[in-house]
């Protein structure tokens, strides 16, 4: 056998070996710490009469970053809790279910922050556009079917306090 040759089958044993020993690695899994639910506001559902349909606690969505994360990765919400988008402006909305795991009511406010639309039962990790029906500046997101359960109609409001 030739120094070339040699040198050759010598170099393929080393790269065969240590690609042998490459998959005796154990293999790293890195597990996503759970996205904890942040009280900046609260609100109350009304309905157009003025009585209260319910109290909420919300978290914000204010900025690009937060806009685009909204609840994905959230295993679980309590009832009593939302996120509440706030646009700069009214105009027709679009939203998806990318990377969320619960299902949601998206309720589409002017605004006045007057309900102009509710999408019902949102499915998980769909990435269907779930559009407002009208402009919309705000969009409030809660646990799926509690829309119905709250009655919610077009024309309630939102009265939002935040510090």
Not at 22 to 43: G, H, I, L, R, S
């Amino acid at each position: 056998m030739s120094r070339k040759n040699t040198f050759l089958s010598l170099l393929l044993v080393i790269l065969l070996f240590s690609a042998c020993k490459q998959n005796d690695v154990p293999k790293k899994t890195v597990v996503a710490a759970p996205v904890a639910f942040k009280q900046e506001a609260e609100a109350y559902l009304t309905k157009t009469s003025g009585d209260t349909i319910q109290h909420l606690k919300l978290e914000i969505a204010d900025n690009d970053y937060e806009r685009e994360t909204g609840l994905m990765y959230r295993q679980a919400m309590d009832q009593d809790q939302g996120m509440l988008f706030i646009f700069e402006q009214e105009e027709p909305r679009g939203f998806y279910m990318k990377n969320t795991h619960i299902p949601l009511d998206l309720i589409f406010l002017n605004a006045q922050r007057k309900i102009v639309s509710i999408s019902k039962n949102a499915q998980p990790e769909s990435l269907e556009t779930i559009p407002s029906n009208l402009p919309a500046q705000y969009v409030l997101e809660i646990n799926g079917g509690l829309s119905d359960q709250w009655n919610l109609e077009t024309g309630d409001s939102l009265i939002l306090n935040r510090d």
